[in-house]
């Protein structure tokens, strides 16, 4: 019943993800309208927008764990329901309650639940893979922690060695970069490279727009509707943020281009 | 002693210690979660809920046998919680207004049903508003063989599906994008809950049953941080509150068992918060008042060191009185630098003076560096 799902050959001629006509409302209000979006495999894509612009709405949908009031989300070709194997999530840091009673390794684990299957409970073999993705993301020192205990960059980086640990070939990351350190935002960054030279896709929604081209390959601008998505190259200019961000961002990515500062200001307030 | 006695060869009191034990295993393990996901209320509405679901059963079946009146509770609790669901995500009601709603709404339907009861269904019904507040001594074998036998069974699929129950409380996002039915599940936990709530009700009461769910569980999160400890924690202090609530009220004339047992759970609940290592309030107490002392050794041990640096000489003395004089309080700039004697961080040259060690002045350097202080010039 539980495929490997590094054993599934990538279909290299379908895109990772493929989205189409993508909308979600909450009651009247559209949240996202209309995405169209594909993201070919092997792409390591940032998704970037003010806030309420729907980046977490978009995930949430692809996932299907908000109802699409219309569209069509295709991954590797297929529907999400069966290429749950293939796909890994990262959800926002603060969506649970880090006081629950529980461990760095026993999170770690749960990315396992989907595969064990009904009735089977984590073993040893289970113990071992979640401890490797812990010393992957430089953690294994914390496996035995309360959850609690541990600074929002180590509890980023538990909830990346849980997606790790799913080793999918598509992964959804919902701002896994919030609220870190530096050294962890290195960190991290390193490891989303890494799993893209494996031949991963990884969809990021990103907060700080100066960092943009430096992490990324692909971006989508996105304000309720898709401003523009593709090589960051081509689609990243300043008209685009405008459209997404309102007036002000010019000003913003200006500063960027003179001298980089580490904490400039992010855009993600700057509502038009 | 006697009271052993009494447990083992009482059949009333061991029936109802049996009881109250069961309720609280269950009640406790079940609970837990409840605690978790910040579900303590939908507790207390289930079971004031339960009240009409109690009196609509004898109504209809005229039957007082236990498992009929569980079932018409299990029924009003459940359709409680949905419609409770239901009115927050239909509706712009907040989740806390629809639960007081639903068990202020629920609750006086039930009063008024039993009130009608009382009135025409003759004295021998009567005995129905022992459900308000529980009245174990009315309970016998057959009661506790239910009890155990529907909690036993709640406490059973709780294990089974042990790791989709641990997600579904910890992050369900995640679990539904791995796949699991997460809704589905939701809802079997809460008729778990449902379950624990209604084999409790004849013993203590629709009023004050949610304490059964909720203070066994937040008793056992102070003790533990791994979830299995904490629902087998929270068993045991249900039990251990059961069996001390039932035998008390056995020993001492006119106290009630449920509330009794509820009272046992509060001052367990109590204890917790206090003593509990790393999360009690004492053990937070000590650790402040720890850190606070080490903060004003250091001061002094720093004020010292900064003396010595104005004099040139590492090992100047200086009198205590000026060190005074840079704090606040002679008594504690006086246990402080006795304590740093003791430490080996400074000593005593006269009655009146102190200077620094060559430990304490590494000590003090290091500290001072630490601190990004400027030694004084």
Redesign the interface.
Known sequence: MTLSTSSLPIDSDQPALAVRDLTVAYRDDPVLWDIDLTVPTGTLMGIVGPNGAGKTTFIQAVLGLVEPAAGQVRIFGAPYEQQRERVGYVPQRGSVDWDFPTSALDVVMMGLYGQLGWFRRPGAEERTTAKAALDEVGMLDYADRQIRQLSGGQQQRVFLARALVQEADLYFMDEPLQGVDATTERAIIDILHELRSRGCTLVVVHHDLQTVPEYFDHVMLLNVRRIASGPVDDVFTDEHLRRTYGGRVGFLRQKTADDRPQSAPSADRAVP | MDLIYELITNYTLRTVALGAATLGVVGGGLGTYAV?R?QSLLGDAISHAALPGIALAFLLTGSKAPLVLMLGAAGAGTLAALIILGVTDATRVKYDSALALMLSVFFGIGLVLLTYIQHHAGASQAGLDAFLFGQAAALVETDVLTMAGLGGAALLVML?????F??L???P????????PMRTLDVVLTTLLVVAIVIGLQTVGVVLMSAVIIAPAAAA?QW????G??VGLAAAFGAASGVSGAVLSASVANLPTGPTIVLCMGAIVGLSLLGAPNRGLLWQWWRDRRNARRLRHETVLLDLYALAAKHGEIDHAHAESVLDAMNAGSDRTHNALRQLAEDGLVTQTSNTHWRLTEAGAAHAKALAEERNLQPAS
């Open positions: 978790l910040g089974a599906f042990w790791k989709e641990k997600l409380a910890f992050d996002d995640f679990g539904a994008s791995l796949g699991l999160r533990t941080d791994r979830l400890a904490m």
